[in-house]
């Protein structure tokens, strides 16, 4: 069974704390992985990644894929009070079917002040 | 532009009801989505549409649902009856790249109640 999970499915920092969300497939015929950030309404793309070891980065955040090991990171530094949010991975398999799109169930960071 | 337009924000139906949400894409974006996210599944792709025409519905969870793009800037997803396991946030996304794995604009959702 194709499947996407998240870890830890919650967190809690302090403001300045560097954090890591991991994120583990098991997908046959893998194409992609993305990473989106949903705060209290609709998700916002972060990342796209395809290739192994190629770092994909925006500000303080960045992701890397191990495709290899079949897993992601998506690391946060320096995390601000605004990084609160539910982190969503999601892998595409080969195929156009709206089922070749697996979401796993999120990490739910909190940063305090 | 004012992004993917949702409507209604909310709504709250008893069961064996006809529910449409509506979604109005952002201009000029040949892909639209519809997602349902709840607590118990997470986020699921249920159909999208290319250029107006629908790609894939393996996604729609039953009979149920029902989805239609008449035109580039308005789509409908439709549940008719509508049960309360429906219940959930239905989404809709658009993109202007090929393929379901690429960057999408996300509504703000519609929250359905089914009582």
């Known amino acids: 069974e194709d499947k996407v999970v998240q870890s830890p499915l919650s967190l809690v920092v302090h403001e300045g704390d560097t954090v890591t969300l991991n994120c583990s497939y098991e997908?046959?015929?893998?194409?992609?992985l993305l990473w989106y950030k949903q705060e209290k309404k609709a998700p916002t793309f972060l990342f796209m990644l395809?290739?192994?070891?190629i770092e994909k980065k925006s500000g303080r955040l960045s992701s890397i894929l191990d495709k290899k090991e079949l897993f992601s990171i998506l690391n946060i530094t320096a995390t601000q009070t605004g990084d609160s949010a539910v982190y969503l991975c999601a892998v595409s398999q080969d195929g156009a079917g709206a089922n070749n799109l697996f979401f796993g169930t999120g990490t739910r960071l909190t940063v305090i002040p | 532009d004012a992004g993917v337009i949702q409507s209604p924000r909310h709504e709250v139906t008893e069961m064996g009801q006809e529910v449409t949400l509506r979604c109005k894409p952002i201009s000029g974006h040949d892909y639209l989505f519809w997602y349902r996210q709840t607590m118990m599944r997470g986020l699921e792709l249920l159909i999208y549409f290319n250029n107006n025409v629908p790609i894939d519905d393996s996604g729609m969870p039953e009979d149920r649902f029902s989805a239609k793009m008449p035109n580039a800037s308005f789509s409908t997803l439709k549940i008719q009856p509508s049960e309360p396991r429906d219940s959930a946030v239905y989404f809709c996304?658009?993109?202007?790249?090929?393929?379901?794995?690429?960057?999408?604009?996300f509504g703000p959702g519609t929250r359905l109640t089914v009582l």
């Open positions: 996304a658009s993109s202007f790249v090929s393929g379901f794995d690429n960057e999408q604009f």
């Open positions: 997908v046959t015929n893998f194409r992609s």
């Open positions: 395809t290739s192994s070891g």
